[in-house]
C-alpha cells in the first residue's frame, strides 16, 4: 500500500471546481484536506440521446442555461458562499470548445466579482488526480486512464509531471463501447448499458480480434474490435435487422471480456516502461469513465496482484466527469504554480503531457 498523504494542520481551503467540456455541467466543493462538500452533477443525457451521441451546439447552449443553477447548488449545499470560497478551479480544456468557453467565462467572472484567484485545469488532469483526493495515494503511480475520448498509460510523477508510456492508435475505449452499443441499438452513453447487459450474456461465444496482443508496446488498437461487433451484428440479424436479446448480451459480454484481456495484456508491458524509467511505486491507478466498470476493475485487479501492484479506482461517480476532481487537480497545481491569468483561452486540445 502506498503511503496515505497527509497536509499539515492549517486553515482550510475551499476550492470550488466547475465542469463543462463535455455532456455534464457540475460544479463541487472541496477542501485541501480531502473532504467533499458538495459535488453536483447535471446531466445533458436527455439533450443528446435522440442523436446517439453528443452534439457540441446542443452542449454548449445546454451549459450556458445550467451553468448558474449548478454553481448556486454546489455552494449551497456545501453551506459555504461565494466569500468563503479559497480558489475558484475550471476546466480549460481538452473538450468541446463552447462548452469549455462557458466554464472558463463563469470562473474568471466570479473570480473577478469576488476577487479571489481561479485556475484552469487540464480536464485529464482531473481524472488523473482524483484517487488523491478519494484515497490519499502517494506519488508517483502508472495511470491507465479511459475515457471517452482518451486511452493512454501515463507515468505520474507528480501535479504536472506526466510521462506519456502508449495510447491508443485509433479509438478510445470509451468510444469503443459507445459506437458498439450503438450498433446493437443501445442508448447513449454505450459503457453502462454494455456492462448491464453484459451480465447475462455468455462471454466465450463470440471470438472477437484482440489488436498488439502479446506484442511488447503498451499501446492500444480498438477499431478493429469495433468492426468485428459490426460483422457479428450483420450475420445474426433477422429479416427485420434486429437482434435478439440474448446475442446482444452475447456480444456485450464477449466484448468487454475481450477488452479487458486487452487491458490486462497491455499492462505488463506499460509496467515495465514504467520501471524502465526508473518509477518505484507498485500503484496502478485507473482513471475516466470506462473506469467505472466493475468487470474491467476486477480483470484488472487480479492482474495488479500477479505483477505485485495495488490498484487503486475512484468511486463510480468520481470516475465519469464531474467538478470535485477540477477543484482537487486546481487545488494541487494551484500551490505549485499560483493561478491564471484572465487571459488563459479554453483549449479543445490540451495534452497532459505538454
Ligand atoms: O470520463 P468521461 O465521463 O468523459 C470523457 O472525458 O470522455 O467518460 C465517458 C466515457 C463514455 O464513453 C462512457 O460510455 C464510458 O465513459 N463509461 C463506461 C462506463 N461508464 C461510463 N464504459 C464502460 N463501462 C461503464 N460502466
Ligand atoms: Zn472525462
Not at 442555461?65 to 466569500?83: C, H, M, T, W
Not at 470509451?174 to 443501445?186: N, V
Not at 455468455?202 to 460483422?231: I, Q
Request: charged share 20%.
Amino acid at each position: 500500500m502506498q503511503a496515505i498523504v497527509k497536509w499539515a494542520s492549517r486553515a482550510t481551503m475551499k476550492i470550488l471546481g466547475i465542469e463543462s467540456s463535455c455532456d455534464e455541467t457540475a460544479a463541487a466543493v472541496v477542501t485541501d484536506d480531502r473532504q467533499l462538500l458538495s459535488n453536483v452533477v447535471w446531466s445533458q443525457l436527455k439533450n443528446h440521446q435522440p442523436y446517439g451521441g453528443v452534439v457540441p451546439e446542443i452542449a454548449a447552449r445546454a451549459h450556458v442555461e445550467a451553468i448558474d443553477r449548478v454553481i448556486e447548488e454546489a455552494l449551497k449545499q456545501a453551506g459555504v458562499g461565494l466569500d468563503q470560497i479559497d480558489l475558484i478551479a475550471a476546466t480549460g480544456g481538452p473538450g468541446l470548445i463552447g462548452g469549455v468557453m462557458v466554464g472558463v467565462m463563469s470562473a474568471k467572472a466570479l473570480a473577478l466579482a469576488s476577487a479571489k484567484p481561479w485556475i484552469a485545469v487540464n480536464h485529464l488532469e482531473g481524472h488523473a488526480l482524483t484517487v488523491r483526493l478519494t484515497d490519499g495515494v502517494a506519488f508517483p503511480y502508472l495511470l491507465l486512464l479511459i475515457s471517452g475520448g482518451h486511452c493512454q498509460w501515463l507515468a505520474v510523477g507528480g501535479p504536472g509531471d506526466y510521462k506519456l508510456l502508449g495510447a491508443t492508435r485509433d479509438d478510445a475505449l470509451g468510444e469503443a463501447f459507445d459506437k458498439t452499443a450503438k450498433m446493437l441499438g443501445l442508448p447513449y452513453p454505450g459503457g453502462p448499458q454494455i456492462e448491464m447487459l453484459a451480465r447475462e450474456g455468455n462471454a466465450d461465444r463470440f471470438d472477437l480480434p484482440r489488436p498488439f496482443h502479446g506484442v511488447a508496446h503498451c499501446d492500444f488498437s480498438f477499431s478493429g474490435l469495433k468492426t468485428a461487433v459490426l460483422h457479428t451484428c450483420r450475420e445474426l440479424a433477422d429479416e427485420n435487422n434486429e437482434l435478439s436479446l440474448v446475442d446482444k448480451q452475447d456480444i456485450c459480454a464477449s466484448f468487454q471480456r475481450v477488452a479487458a484481456e486487452c487491458l490486462t495484456d497491455r499492462l505488463g508491458y506499460a509496467i515495465m516502461a514504467y520501471e524502465n524509467l526508473g518509477y518505484k511505486g507498485r500503484q496502478l491507478v485507473v482513471a475516466g469513465g470506462v473506469a467505472a466498470n466493475k468487470y474491467l476493475k476486477q480483470a484488472l485487479e487480479q492482474a495488479c496482484l500477479d505483477s505485485g501492484y495495488s490498484l487503486c479506482v475512484a468511486p463510480p461517480a468520481l470516475c465519469t466527469d464531474n467538478a470535485a476532481m477540477i477543484a482537487w487537480a486546481g487545488y494541487e497545481r494551484f500551490i505549485q504554480q499560483g493561478g491564471s491569468d484572465y487571459d488563459f483561452e479554453p483549449k479543445a486540445r490540451w495534452p497532459l503531457n505538454k
